[in-house]
Nanobody
Framework: VQLQASGGGLVQAGGSLRLSCAAS????????VGWFRQVPGQEREFVAT????????DYADSVRGRFTVSRDNAENTVYLQMNNLKFEDTATYYC????????????????????WGQGTQVTVSS
């Protein structure tokens, strides 16, 4: 599956952004999806993941309560709603997908994912 992320930009601390990730090539409903982020010089960091039907979700402690991951399988799209953004949320955000036969799986490790989008930059000004 190919992934195309969008929606990044510059926002003030305390503001909100919604990232979108459009999938093509395969039905997204067959895939666990998620978001990672990376700052130059640092390792990729898990942000959020949701199971194939969107029933299970998991978040990094640093974003729990502020970010919400969702998906619309009919539209082959994944979303990341980010509220109350902080300066430390500044990073390039990547949407990811991994095929799984079980519908109730979530994945938090980057090596679990086989498909990565191109990244979208989020910059939060303090």
């Amino acid at each position: 599956v190919q992934l195309q992320a969008s929606g990044g930009g510059l926002v003030q601390a305390g503001g909100s952004l919604r990232l979108s990730c459009a999938a093509s090539g395969r039905a997204l409903s067959d895939y666990v999806v998620g978001w990672f982020r990376q700052v130059p010089g640092q390792e990729r960091e898990f942000v959020a993941t949701t199971s194939r039907r969107g029933i299970r979700r998991d978040y990094a402690d640093s974003v729990r309560g502020r970010f919400t991951v969702s998906r619309d399988n009919a539209e082959n799209t994944v979303y990341l709603q980010m509220n109350n953004l902080k300066f430390e949320d500044t990073a390039t955000y990547y949407c990811v997908a991994a095929w799984r036969s079980h519908s109730n799986v979530v994945l938090t490790l980057p090596e679990s994912y086989t498909s990565w989008g191109q990244g979208t930059q989020v910059t939060v000004s303090s």
